[in-house]
């Protein structure tokens, strides 16, 4: 809004460019390009007016055109707020996807919520991934280029498609940032690129690493509570150790990768890998984490059913044979329900639809 000399307030329809908020493109951070000194410090220019590198997130609106000239019109007589007894719409979940992306395409069009061509066709439907894209799997960066794309096409159709960190995007960006640099591990000296490459880092993946894909991987939470279901990736309870709510535990993730402090990343790296705290520890370990920041049942993913179940298998499915998983798993007295089908193994990419049937 400008104002003129001896004029009021110029009145202005807001266009879509108003409501986007890209802040982070302008942001000076580990994963942007620094300028040269005899270069113009502003952020370089797509031919279609958006700044390099970037891509829509969670937190924008949906792009309709890359235009100013679409006119926002508000009819006060139609944007009556809907009744609080209208129903919510579908809630989805889906379990670790490690770069197979055939699998997830597949799972996805059975439940209804892309198309033959991979585009969203859930309408106002709603999509949580728990996490663990990359690694393993012959096509990680394939399946962030997908979740991102969703993102964007949800938002368009009034739904949303969402994503939390997963202890493999917390390696993939250390691998890329940190690579060979010695860090405290516990146990002696490690390093991120080992391993990277110890839990199935795929060369194709860090070849094809952007800086668009690692500024999205950093800012991705760690948790949150939808429709009483408080969704983790890891069946661990050290979410405790960054806070003692939801917005205290993913602001402080966040920073602690701002602050690049290889030893710091490591470190929530490693807690992030735990697992078991439900099935070893029981319903005591489930509660102490819905008593802190609330829900009815915890769902995760990172650890593979055929895992909490005890059968035997090779996480790399080296035995040829998959393991038998129909569905999710609930267990720790119905408070917990675990969403990684062992895709990795032969198992099943799990997508599903919260809650689940009694």
């Known amino acids: 809004m400008t104002q003129g000399a001896g004029q009021g307030p110029e009145v202005r329809t807001p266009t879509v460019r108003d409501f986007r908020v890209p802040a982070y493109v302008h942001e000076a951070g580990p994963y942007g390009h620094s300028a040269d000194p005899g270069e113009a410090s502003g952020p370089a220019e797509d031919p279609e007016g958006y700044p390099e590198g970037y891509t829509p997130t969670q937190r924008d609106l949906p792009v309709i055109n890359r235009g100013d000239t679409l006119q926002v019109v508000i009819d006060p007589e139609t944007t009556a707020a809907e009744p609080s007894s209208a129903r919510p719409s579908?809630?989805?979940?889906?379990?670790?996807?490690?770069?197979?992306?055939d699998e997830l395409l597949a799972a996805l069009r059975e439940k209804g919520l892309v198309d033959a061509a991979g585009n969203w066709s859930a309408g106002t439907a709603r999509l949580w991934f728990l996490g663990d894209f990359?690694?393993?799997?012959?096509?990680g960066i394939g399946v962030i280029d997908l979740v991102m794309r969703l993102s964007a096409e949800a938002a368009a159709?009034?739904?949303?498609?969402?994503?939390?960190?997963?202890?493999h995007e917390?390696?993939?960006?250390?691998?890329?940032?940190?690579?060979?640099?010695?860090?405290?591990?516990g146990a002696g000296t490690a390093t991120?690129?080992?391993?990277?490459?110890?839990?199935?880092g795929q060369k194709t993946d860090m070849d094809r690493l952007q800086d668009h894909h690692l500024q999205w991987m950093a800012r991705l939470d760690a948790m949150e509570e939808v429709d009483g279901h408080l969704?983790?990736?890891?069946?661990?309870?050290?979410?405790?150790?960054?806070?003692?709510?939801?917005?205290?535990?993913?602001?402080?993730?966040?920073?602690?990768?701002?602050?690049?402090?290889?030893?710091?990343?490591?470190d929530l790296f490693r807690k992030f890998?735990?697992?078991?705290?439900?099935?070893?520890?029981?319903?005591?370990?489930?509660?102490?984490l819905l008593e802190t920041y609330g829900g009815s049942r915890i769902v995760h993913g990172h650890s593979p059913i055929p895992y909490l179940l005890g059968e035997v298998g090779s996480e790399d499915g080296e035995d040829g044979t998959g393991p038998s998983v129909?569905?999710?798993?609930?267990?720790?007295?119905?408070?917990?329900?675990?969403?990684?089908?062992?895709?990795?193994?032969?198992?099943?990419?799990?997508?599903?639809?919260?809650?689940?049937?009694?």
Request: some cysteine.
């Open 273 to 288: 890998t735990r697992r078991f705290s439900f099935r070893d520890e029981g319903a005591d370990a489930v509660r102490s």
């Open 134 to 139: 990359t690694d393993r799997g012959p096509d």
């Open 192 to 200: 991120f690129q080992a391993a990277w490459l110890l839990n199935g």
């Open 231 to 266: 969704l983790v990736h890891s069946d661990t309870t050290a979410y405790r150790d960054y806070g003692d709510s939801i917005e205290a535990v993913n602001d402080t993730v966040r920073e602690t990768i701002t602050r690049n402090d290889p030893d710091e990343v490591w």
């Open 90 to 101: 579908p809630l989805f979940v889906v379990g670790d996807v490690h770069g197979y992306l």
């Open 157 to 167: 159709a009034g739904g949303y498609c969402k994503a939390l960190m997963g202890n």
């Open 170 to 185: 917390l390696l993939l960006l250390g691998a890329k940032r940190f690579g060979d640099t010695p860090v405290n591990s």
């Open 326 to 358: 129909d569905g999710p798993y609930t267990y720790a007295d119905g408070l917990a329900v675990a969403m990684d089908g062992g895709v990795t193994m032969a198992g099943k990419l799990l997508v599903q639809e919260l809650p689940l049937p009694t």
